[in-house]
């Protein structure tokens, strides 16, 4: 068995290559990237929501195109289209919170663990997109020749997020 540590939006990238049979990833991040790999197990940690947020009091204009501040372009995207909106996306990487406060968008769609930092900054909670939390994930390949140690691990992993929970 060899591990080696990766940046986490990296994970999926190097699992679907098969350069690692198994990683960890977050929910956000498979939803995001969508790769080509097995999610194997809900590993009940790092858990939060994605979430659409606005500043308090916003009242939306269901006519206009939405101007959405994100990280998450792709599953921004993909949640307003199914809802049949109009977006125009703008792309941040930290920060996202400042966007509707500075008028550069009418909503975020972020990552809310807490709230702490939209209550900070006079924002709320508009809708949940999805739960996120940390999932093992397996190469497709991997699995398919290596799938008894891999069930062996996930497994393990299942039995101790049983008991912890």
Do not use: H, Q
């Amino acid at each position: 068995v060899r591990y080696f540590l990766v940046k986490p939006w990296d994970v999926p990238v190097y699992v679907e290559r098969g350069v690692a049979d198994i990683g960890v990833a977050g929910k956000d991040i498979i939803t995001e990237n969508t790769p080509d790999v097995y999610e194997l197990l809900d590993l009940k940690m790092g858990k939060c929501r994605m979430c659409v947020c606005a500043e308090n009091g916003y009242v939306d204009r269901p006519g206009s195109k939405l101007r959405v501040a994100t990280k998450f372009v792709n599953t921004a995207k993909s949640y307003y289209s199914s809802l049949g909106r109009g977006i125009e996306v703008i792309k941040l990487n930290g920060s996202i919170e400042l966007a509707p406060l500075m008028n550069m968008s009418d909503v975020i769609v972020d990552l809310v663990e807490t709230g702490t930092t939209l209550k900070e900054n006079d924002m709320g909670v508009v809708t949940v997109i999805a739960d996120i939390s940390a999932r093992l994930i397996a190469n497709k390949a991997s699995y398919r020749f290596k799938r008894d140690e891999i069930d062996k691990i996930t497994s393990l992993l299942g039995e101790l997020i049983n008991e912890n929970n």
